[in-house]
C-alpha cells in the first residue's frame, strides 16, 4: 500500500555530514533492521534488494540506447553532417559520471542487484549501475524532444510566443508527468529508492518516491537545457548551424 510521509532530514544530513558507509557483515540485517548487509558489506534497504523485472535495466535499456544510436549515426551519416539527434545523443550519454555525486547527495540508493560499478571516492553513491550512460543517452533525449514539440505545438497557436516562454508553459506538468512515470515506477519496483528522502514523499512499498526534490531542479535545468539547445529544425535555436541568443 502506497503511504504519505515527511522525510527526517535530520537524518539525511547526518549521513551527508559523516560521509561513512553502514558496512557490516553481508546477509545479516542492519541495526534496527531497516535494511540488510549487501555482498560488499554495505547496509542497502531491503526494498532494493531483488528486484523485479532488473534485466529490463540490465540488458533492454542498453539494447535500445545501442540500436537508437546506430540508426542515429547511420542517418548523420548519409545526411553527411553531425545532426542535432546524434549530438544531443552523446552529450546527454557522457554526463552520465555526474549521476553518482547527485545521488550522494540527495542519498539516492539503486539496487545493488544492477551490474554496477563503485567509485573509491568520497561523495559518490554506492552502487552505480552500468547501464546509466545508456539510460542517459534515451531518457534525456527523449525529455528534450518531449518538451521541444509541446513548445512548437503551442508555437504554432501562438506564433508571437518565444521557444522560452512556450518551454515555460509545459514545463511543470510534464516534469511532473514525466517524474511520476519514471521516478514512480522505479520505486514501485524497487529499483531504486531515496533513502532516506528529503521533504514529503510517497513509500511505494519497496522504494520511496520524494514528491518535492529532486523534482523542483527538473524543473529548472532539464528544461532550460532544451531551450538553450533548440528544436532539431528549422524552428529551433540551432537552425542554418549557428547558435542563436533567444529572449524569454
Not at 49 to 56: A, E, F, G, R
Not at 132 to 153: C, E, G, R
Not at 156 to 182: D, E, H, Q
Request: aromatic content about 16%; hydrophobic content about 50%; charged content about 10%.
Amino acid at each position: 500500500m502506497i503511504k504519505f510521509y515527511w522525510s527526517n532530514n535530520n537524518a539525511h544530513a547526518e549521513l551527508i555530514e559523516t560521509d561513512k558507509a553502514y558496512t557490516g557483515v553481508p546477509g545479516e540485517s542492519c541495526a534496527g533492521g531497516e535494511g540488510v548487509f549487501w555482498q560488499d558489506g554495505r547496509c542497502v534497504p531491503d526494498g532494493i534488494v531483488d528486484p523485479p523485472l532488473s534485466w529490463l535495466l540490465n540488458y533492454a535499456i542498453p539494447a535500445l540506447a545501442i540500436l537508437v544510436l546506430i540508426i542515429l549515426v547511420r542517418d548523420s551519416i548519409k545526411k553527411g553532417e553531425l545532426t542535432w539527434w546524434v549530438l544531443m545523443c552523446v552529450a546527454s550519454a557522457s554526463t552520465f559520471w555526474l549521476e553518482t555525486f547527485g545521488d550522494w547527495g540527495q542519498h539516492l540508493l539503486y539496487s545493488p542487484n544492477f551490474h554496477h560499478y563503485g567509485l573509491d571516492l568520497a561523495l559518490t553513491a554506492p552502487h552505480n549501475p552500468l547501464w546509466m550512460p545508456f539510460m542517459y543517452a534515451v531518457y534525456w533525449v527523449l525529455h528534450t524532444w518531449a518538451i521541444l514539440h509541446l513548445a512548437q505545438f503551442y508555437q504554432a497557436r501562438n506564433p508571437r510566443a518565444s521557444l522560452g516562454k512556450a518551454i515555460i508553459m509545459f514545463t511543470v506538468p510534464l516534469t511532473f508527468v514525466w517524474n511520476i512515470l519514471v521516478e514512480g515506477t522505479a520505486a514501485y519496483m524497487g529499483w531504486w529508492t531515496y533513502d532516506p528522502p528529503i521533504g514529503p514523499y510517497l513509500d511505494m512499498g519497496r522504494g520511496n518516491f520524494p514528491l518535492m526534490w529532486p523534482m523542483l531542479t527538473m524543473f529548472v535545468w532539464p528544461n532550460l537545457i532544451s531551450w538553450l539547445v533548440g528544436a532539431p529544425n528549422d524552428k529551433g535555436l540551432n537552425c542554418s548551424g549557428q547558435v542563436k541568443l533567444a529572449t524569454v
